[in-house]
């Protein structure tokens, strides 16, 4: 008899989405003609850079060609990629990343999950509120948490409550954590930290000898000038954190597939007998052993998002996005709807009228207007109360929507 890991039994079924597709397919079977519109998509939907395409074109060639064939490449990827990376995310904003710092994957999701594979399994989780679901599960499945309690929370784990009341930043713990995630610009709430707030955090992960997991998949949509792009912008954070990046919101490349994450070498963490240890030796160790890289092709097409042309073309796409968050977030507020986020994140994080529940939101929303959202209590206990809308849909649908919100629906 072969035993099942029992971690995966704590796990809650994946709910969120299925419900919402269950809700919205029972609506349509009762309104055959309604005309629904989805702001609720968590995925791209512009093209990819056509630079980017030119660069996988070219690839795809090279290796119809024996002399220019390639097999493996590097587990931790290619240079020409890396040195890319490097030099337009960290070296001109002042940041030295060596380039055995960091490791090219198939995408930030799979560097978030992997990542606690590292890490002791006694480690406190702490975790914002509402949350990316992938940090909390994935530390679940390893058996660092307890089991879900009727607060709708998990035991062992840290929450650190992100609402309105604090302006969505999260309050440091009063308990002792190891393990700390942090996602910035933040999905679901589409709120940033501040520079202070990120300070504080370093020297709270310094003084504890704490790690920050830190998650910059929506860095690209930073539009103030004040919010850090990387966590290494803060003093001391070399210290102390990993960062995870991705192509996918950045460039459209959800479906094409590619990440890093950066571990300086002065990342460490203590064995049993107190002596320190490189976490980037033990990532090198396990991505190596479970990881055969990148295909060539797509480190290629993510290699162009730094060429002038590929530059220029995400940042039209990103501004196509941003000006829908704009639409949005206005439109919401003209309604007299508190709205959070959409200046630097494609996520608008709206309180719900009246504190009505999220669920309840949802159908509202559903029936009324016939928009599809996301309920805030899915993201977490603390998305009570709240609702996610995207800008990642198109501009006409993106304003018929706010227009229909504003002078339809009901309070
Ligand atoms: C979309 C997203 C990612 C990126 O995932 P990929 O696997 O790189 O596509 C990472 N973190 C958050 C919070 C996200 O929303």
Request: charged share 25%; hydrophobic share 35%; net charge neutral.
């Amino acid at each position: 008899m072969a035993f099942i890991n029992e971690n995966y039994l704590k796990l809650p079924g994946s709910y969120l989405f299925a419900e919402i597709a269950r809700r919205v397919t029972s609506f349509k079977d009762e309104n055959p003609t309604a005309d629904i519109i989805r702001l609720g998509i968590g995925d791209v939907t512009q093209p990819l850079p056509a630079a980017c395409i030119q660069a996988m074109h070219t690839a795809v060639d090279e290796l119809a060609k024996q002399e220019t064939f390639r097999g493996y490449g590097p587990e931790q990827g290619y240079d020409f990629l890396i040195e890319k990376i490097i030099e337009t995310n960290y070296t001109k904003r002042g940041i030295t990343i060596g380039k055995d710092e960091i490791f090219v994957s198939d995408g930030s999701k799979s560097d978030c999950g992997n990542i606690q594979e590292i890490f002791g399994t006694n480690n406190i989780v702490a975790i914002t509120d509402p949350v990316y679901p992938v940090y909390l599960d994935t530390n679940i499945m390893a058996g660092r948490t307890g089991i879900l309690t009727e607060n709708g929370t998990f035991e062992k784990v840290t929450y650190m409550p992100c609402t309105a009341e604090n302006n969505f930043t999260p309050e440091l713990p009063k308990n002792r954590v190891d393990m700390i995630y942090l996602c910035c610009p933040n999905n679901p709430t589409g709120t940033t930290l501040s520079r202070e707030a990120l300070t504080e955090w370093v020297n709270y992960a310094r003084k504890n000898e704490s790690i920050i997991l830190f998650d910059a998949a929506y860095a690209a949509y930073i539009t103030e000038e004040d919010v850090p792009r990387s966590i290494y912008e803060i003093e001391g954070a070399k210290e102390v954190a990993i960062e995870f990046r991705s192509f996918s919101k950045t460039a459209g490349f959800t479906g094409t597939r590619c990440g890093y994450t950066v571990i300086p070498k002065t990342v460490t963490g203590r064995s049993q007998d107190g002596s320190k240890h490189d976490f980037n030796k033990l990532w090198n160790r396990r991505h190596t052993t479970k990881f055969n890289g990148t295909a060539y092709i797509i480190q290629r097409g993510a290699e162009a998002v730094y060429s002038v042309e590929g530059q220029a073309q995400i940042k039209e796409t990103i501004n196509y996005y941003m000006a829908n968050a704009k639409i949005i977030r206005e439109g919401l507020q003209a309604a007299g709807i508190q709205a959070f986020g959409g200046v630097n994140a494609p996520y608008i994080w709206l309180k719900t009228p009246n504190n009505m529940p999220s669920w309840d939101f949802f159908d509202k929303l559903l029936h009324e207007v016939n928009i599809v959202g996301t309920p805030g209590a899915g993201f977490g206990p603390s998305g009570e109360g709240y609702f996610r809308l995207t800008s990642f849909g198109n501009k006409e649908n993106t304003k018929r929507a706010i227009e229909r919100i504003k002078t339809k629906l009901k309070f």
